[in-house]
């Protein structure tokens, strides 16, 4: 069964298994990663956790039985990054792809932006990732329109919460 946790020191090792999963870079959505970030020493990966913990944007890890498959972010209504980067933003690690995995963590994440009061829910994903494109629309996103970010071409969605969204239990689900 999956589960939503708050990132944890604790977790380093799990969580390091992911990361190197993805190869180098900063291209895990829903970890929170900058630039500025270092880790992969405990102490950096310490460090990092205690950043996210108190910063603006809540975070949580995907988790099945103690292996880390991912995580996601909920910014708030009011954060300037919305417009670029959307309310959401998640990503699963290659091993852990094509199993709903982030449906599940979506519609999980979706009822907290509901009961925060964001409406509608803007995110956006690469044009070509089908994957992420479906778990979207599962959810009832809405396609507002496809823009160039840069390099890349992406699609923006709005997902409104007056939408029957494909998953609501919120079990295993630790949002304190």
């Not at 944890?8 to 630039?35: K, M, N, V, Y």
């Not at 890349?152 to 304190?176: E, K, L, N």
Request: with cysteine; charged share 25%; net charge negative.
């Amino acid at each position: 069964m999956f589960e939503l946790v708050r990132p944890r020191a604790e977790l380093f090792q799990e969580w390091s298994e992911a990361h190197r999963e993805w190869g180098p870079g900063l291209h895990e959505d829903g970890f929170g990663i900058t630039s500025d970030d270092e880790v992969n020493t405990v102490d950096g990966f310490r460090d990092w956790v205690a950043r996210i913990e108190h910063g603006p944007t809540e975070l949580w890890w995907i988790v099945e039985e103690g292996e880390v498959l991912g995580g996601i972010a909920l910014r708030a209504a009011d954060d300037e990054r919305v417009q670029s980067v959307g309310h959401i933003g998640y990503g699963v690690r290659p091993s852990a792809r094509g199993r709903g995995v982030a449906t599940w963590a979506l519609g999980e994440v979706l009822l907290r932006a509901a009961s925060l009061g964001i409406d509608p829910v803007v995110a956006f994903c690469l044009e070509d990732n089908a994957g992420s494109v479906a778990a979207l629309e599962r959810h009832g996103a809405t396609l507002e329109a496809v823009e160039q970010h840069g390099t890349a071409r992406v699609r923006r969605y709005a997902i409104r919460s007056g939408v029957r969204f494909a998953h609501r239990s919120t079990v295993g689900t630790d949002y304190s």
